[in-house]
């Protein structure tokens, strides 16, 4: 396999998470799904922007377009990031442990490579949420002919956000540092309730569909 994974076709990609490799994951694949709700609240938008009958919504699907190509290009490369967030604590364990002053250097290297490790799906569990107040647009205001895709695109962008958060917290559990473990388990949580009450609020815009 060449070039980062985003670049896979499908079929490859879901192979390779299939297969018995440590990565892609959990992390990798929430990621992706944050994408692709990007993706479809782009087309949401696109399919409603210059059209003469939606005018009042142009202002919303224009947000909603940008924002969402700004975040389909960041969870893409989350994609790869998230499958190579622990190289850094595999590199630690490798570190050599005879002396004291390597024991401390290796747990202080092994410390940093969790952190990142866990700080690489928080930011796509942030991305992901942030598109949730967007895509509520693309249902209320965004072409009805599409909205079923912007209802899946909730769908995925909850799941990114609950896939990352579940991440970072089994990273977070062996973190020796309670003021970095405190902090992201608060924000976690925080993202968490948004992220299913925006999902949840917009569901039910359309329970018709959703039978919410």
Same mark, same amino acid.
């Given at each position: 396999? #060449?070039?980062?994974?985003?670049?896979?076709?499908?079929?490859?990609? !879901?192979?390779?998470?299939? =297969?018995?490799?440590?990565?892609?994951?959990?992390? =990798?694949?929430?990621?992706?799904?944050? /994408?692709l709700?990007?993706?479809?609240?782009?087309m949401v938008?696109?399919?409603t922007l210059?059209?003469?009958k939606?005018a009042a919504?142009?202002? /919303?699907?224009?947000a909603?377009c940008? /924002?969402?190509?700004?975040?389909?290009?960041?969870?893409?490369?989350?994609?790869?990031?998230? =499958?190579?967030?622990?190289?850094g604590?595999?590199? /630690?364990?490798?570190?050599?442990?005879?002396?004291?002053?390597?024991k401390?250097?290796?747990?202080?290297?092994?410390?940093?490579?969790?952190k990142q490790?866990?700080? &690489?799906p928080?930011?796509?569990?942030? !991305?992901?949420?942030g598109?949730?107040?967007?895509?509520?647009?693309?249902?209320?205001q965004? %072409?009805?002919?599409?909205? #079923?895709?912007?209802? &899946?695109? &909730?769908?995925?962008?909850? !799941?990114?956000?609950?896939?990352?958060?579940? %991440?970072?917290?089994? %990273?977070l559990? =062996?973190?020796?540092?309670p003021?970095? #473990?405190?902090a992201?388990?608060?924000?976690?949580?925080?993202?968490?309730?948004?992220? %299913?009450?925006?999902? !949840?609020?917009?569901?039910?815009?359309?329970?018709?569909? #959703?039978g919410?």
């Open positions: 396999m #060449t070039g980062p994974l985003y670049s896979l076709p499908v079929a490859e990609f !879901a192979a390779v998470t299939a =297969s018995d490799a440590p990565a892609p994951g959990g992390g =990798s694949v929430s990621a992706l799904a944050g /994408a709700a990007a993706a479809l609240g782009e938008a696109r399919l210059g059209r003469e939606y919504g142009q202002g /919303a699907m224009e909603l940008q /924002a969402a190509e700004g975040a389909r290009e960041q969870l893409l490369a989350a994609v790869e990031a998230d =499958s190579r967030a622990f190289d604590y595999m590199a /630690a364990l490798a570190m050599p442990k005879a002396a004291q002053e390597e401390a250097a290796r747990r202080a290297a092994m410390t940093a490579g969790l490790a866990a700080q &690489v928080m930011a796509v569990a942030e !991305a992901a949420a598109l949730l107040p967007h895509l509520a647009r693309g249902v209320e965004g %072409n009805p002919n599409a909205v #079923t895709d912007a209802l &899946v695109a &909730v769908l995925l962008a909850r !799941a990114a956000v609950l896939g990352a958060l579940y %991440n970072v917290r089994i %990273n559990d =062996s973190i020796d540092d003021a970095f #473990t405190q992201m388990g608060e924000k976690a949580d925080g993202l968490q309730a948004q992220a %299913n009450g925006w999902a !949840a609020d917009i569901l039910a815009m359309r329970p018709e569909i #959703t919410e």
